[in-house]
């Protein structure tokens, strides 16, 4: 059971818009420590997608974005692509647990 | 270019040792707080131990402590997880992954390394 709750698996059509949801609570996302989001294609290593809840970095299209609100966040992905299909993970600090903590993994399938 | 590679995984048997190494270049590893990251077979990812850039303190899962020493040795550049004790569930791939300083996020992984603890 992860500290951040992730759906398992979201999907959308080439071209469509897609949401991925990360709730947890009042000791990581509701506090002050950032949300981050990596994505992982299958059989590698996760890549850093959004870094403190809406920032991209150099190299990410502009296609993914990331919000934050309360113990909630939210990555979006827009004009999916083939190449999208992958694990996605949300990420931050829980203090708590004095721990990071990731949330399960979303599987994103583009039909 | 920047880059991690880790290297040490293999087929262990329960509560046997093994120890990770991590090989950093392309930056001044010694700047960054370093982590490892585990990915048990099919399931998401646990964070494991982590340690400051100065070496002066190190941090682990509840779920590693007292068993997992992370440490460091910024002249080889190399990050090092030893493992004692294993079990079962230990079995992941291992990954080691540099922390932005102040992005507060993972941006380097290594390309992990496989631990399966089996009898």
């Known amino acids: 059971q992860s500290v951040l709750t992730q759906p398992p698996s979201v999907s959308g059509a080439p071209g469509q818009r897609v949401t991925i949801s990360c709730t947890g609570s009042s000791s990581n996302i509701g506090s002050s420590y950032g949300v981050h989001w990596y994505q992982q294609l299958p059989g590698t290593a996760p890549k850093l997608l959004i870094y403190?809840?809406?920032n991209r970095p150099s190299g990410v299209p502009d296609r993914f974005s990331g919000s934050k609100s309360g113990t909630s966040a939210s990555l979006a992905i827009t004009g999916l692509q083939a190449g999208d299909e992958a694990d996605y993970y949300c990420?931050?600090?829980?203090?708590?647990?004095?721990?990071?903590?990731f949330g399960g993994g979303t599987k994103l399938t583009v039909l | 270019q920047v880059q991690l590679v880790e290297s040490g995984g293999g087929v262990v048997q329960p509560g046997r040792s093994l120890r990770l190494s991590c090989a950093a270049s392309?930056?001044?590893?010694?700047?960054?707080?370093m982590h490892w990251v585990r990915q048990p077979p099919g399931k998401g990812l646990e964070w494991v131990a982590a340690i400051w850039s100065d070496g002066s303190k190190e941090f682990y899962a509840d779920s590693v402590k007292g068993r997992f020493t992370i440490s460091r040795d910024d002249y080889k550049n190399t990050l090092y997880l030893q493992m004692k004790s294993l079990r079962v569930e230990d079995t992941a791939v291992y990954y080691c992954?540099?922390?932005?300083?102040?992005?507060?996020?993972?941006?380097?992984w290594g390309q992990g390394t496989r631990i399966t603890v089996s009898s």
């Open positions: 992954a540099r922390l932005h300083p102040n992005w507060d996020a993972y941006d380097i």
């Open positions: 403190g809840n809406d």
């Open positions: 392309g930056f001044t590893f010694s700047n960054y707080d």
């Open positions: 990420h931050s600090y829980d203090s708590d647990l004095l721990a990071r903590v």
